[in-house]
Structures are given as C-alpha cells and as structure tokens.
C-alpha cells in the first residue's frame, strides 16, 4: 500500500482529514493532516489490520515562522514492515494539538521534548513537563525568533 | 651533621609534621566518581590498567563527595547540572581540590557561543586549581594535571604557618 492509498484510506474513514500527499520534498514522502482530529487518526493506523502502525519511531516539532509550527510523526508498521509519515501544522502563536500519549505509551517524553523545545502544548498528556531544559526556564530554544538568556540564575551566560 | 643525629634507634626518622600532612594528602587524593561527558571515558580510561591512575595514589572513585579530595570536572557542565555541581562541591571536605578537565568545563568548549544551556567555564561556580586543555585531554594529560596538584599540595604549610599570615576563612 502506497502513501496515496494510506491517503484514501483515511480520507474514506475521516472525510478531508488529510490535506496534501506530499513527495515532491527531499526525504520521507509525508502526509500533512488536520491536527483537530490527530487522535482518531493515529487510533485508526495502530489499530486497522491494514495499517497497523505499532510502532511511533519518533516524535519531533519544525518551526515555520512565522505562522505555523509542525508536529512530526515517524510511524512503522511491524507488521507489514512500512514506514509512515505524518505532519500536523499547529497555529504558532498557540500550539496546541492532542496528546498520542494514549495511544502510543512512547509519545510521553518525546511530546514532553517537543514541548520543552518548541512550547507545544499537548492536551491530554499526563504529565506536560519540561524533560531537559530546568522547570524555570523561559523561552522554547528550537523556535528560530528565541533569545539566548544573558544569565541564569545569576550565573552569566556570556564566554 | 645535626645534634640529634645517632641519638634515636634504627628505623626513627625525623621531619616536620607539614611534611608527614602533606605527604600523606599528596599520596591520597581520591576524586568523586563524576563524569559529565566524553571526557569522562578518557577519566575512566586514565584509571584502568593501562594507564593506571592508581600509581599516583588516585584511584580511588569515592561514591560520595563526602569522602573525596578532587573534583575532577570532566565534561560539559550545563546549567541545569551546575546547581547539582556547586552542592556537591560544599559536600565535600576541606581540603579539597578541582580539576578542569577538557575545554567544555574549561570555558564551555564548542558550546562557548551558541550553547544557550551551556555553563561557560566551571570556574564560574567552583573554584579551579588545574586546568586541563583538550578536547577531550588524552589520559597523560590528565595525569599531569595530578601531578601538577601533587606538587602544589607539597608545598602547602598547614602547620608551620607563616607569622604574618591571614587567618584561613572559609568562603561561603
């Protein structure tokens, strides 16, 4: 099964839920889909023998500025040995999409990283903390407009 | 010739007590088992068989800083772990001392400029005695850097003080 049938797959299930095919782009071939309905999305390609997308291999957020910042999925089907990819694009000024956390047990930390690095807020997730930065950081340091701090915690940040 | 030579019985050997403390120190400095990064594989490195850290009387890793004499800062010390740092730097007791090994804890290595979570020198927290350039040092020169402490601490007067000295304060 092809990305495009992957595509019509879901659009059938969720009608107009994926919104491109996109190949034309150097690397994985993606879908970009409506991050309203994420959570259906990815409950239908873990759990449709014909998908059976077991396996969430990574989790990452890109930021477009200025309107937009993208939540990645790297998916893998054991089962069938394919590899899938889903991009949601979230507004910038307020990111916020669904937790996958319930359905794939791994998204924790990495919904927690991506947080922490790009200020996407996850609802649903059990525990939305940051994972690397300390918890009284300010600012999300992936996002391309962030300001490195002068200081922390009196501690001066300059060579 | 001294007054008191064959005054004493075979065996009996005569110095100052600043010699005995500090030969004593000099021959035991055990560091806190605490690597940060790659630096710390070419500490562990320094202390297994082939290069054997041992010979210089610091081989023994102590888990707990309550009984160490060194720090040996090997690694990229973040912001984050600077806190954690400095704590376990008051834990341990006097005297104690600090190696800076390798460029990231010497002044935030590659990370000097861009790394936002990056400490830009541990001697921004702690005090350092021996600094150790490399990236990360070979195991040879970190033995020098002992060495080099080893020489300093010889030198030190913790009995015989001089008469004009400032008495010892404790920072705080």
Sequence with gaps: MDLEAIAGKLNARFPEVVKSVETAHAG???????????????KFLRDDPEMSFEWLMCLSGVDYPPESIAVVYN??????????????????????????????????????????MFGVVFDGHPDLRRILLPFDWEGHPLRKDYVYPE????????? | MSPIENHFE???????????????????????????????????????????????????????????????????????????????YDQMPEPKWVISMGSCSNAGGPYW????????GVDKVVPVDVYVT????????????????????????????????APRTVEA
């Design chain 1, 28 to 42: 994985d071939p993606f879908l970009v889909i409506d991050p309203g309905r994420i959570l259906d999305v990815a």
């Design chain 2, 10 to 88: 075979d065996g009996i050997l005569v110095t100052s007590l600043d010699t005995v403390i500090n030969w004593a120190r000099r021959s035991s400095v055990w560091p806190v088992t605490f690597g940060l990064a790659c630096c710390a594989i070419e500490m562990m490195c320094t202390g297994m068989s082939r290069y054997d850290i041992d010979r210089l009387g610091s081989g023994v890793f102590r888990a707990t800083p309550r009984q160490s004499d060194l720090m040996i800062v090997a690694g990229t010390v973040t912001h984050q772990m600077a806190s954690r740092l400095k704590l376990l």
């Design chain 2, 134 to 165: 490399g990236c990360p040092p070979r195991p040879e020169a970190l033995m020098d850097a002992l060495i080099h402490l080893q020489n300093r601490i010889i030198k030190k007067r913790t009995i015989a003080r001089p008469r004009d000295a």
């Design chain 1, 75 to 116: 998916l893998y089907s054991q089962t069938h040995g394919r590899r899938l990819t889903l991009k949601a694009l979230l507004d910038r000024n307020d990111p916020r999409i669904f937790s996958v956390e319930s359905v794939w047990r791994m998204a924790d930390w990495h919904e927690r990283e991506c947080y922490d």
């Design chain 1, 151 to 159: 200081s922390y915690r009196g501690v001066t940040n300059k060579p």
């Design chain 2, 113 to 120: 400029e861009h790394g936002y979570s990056v400490l830009k």
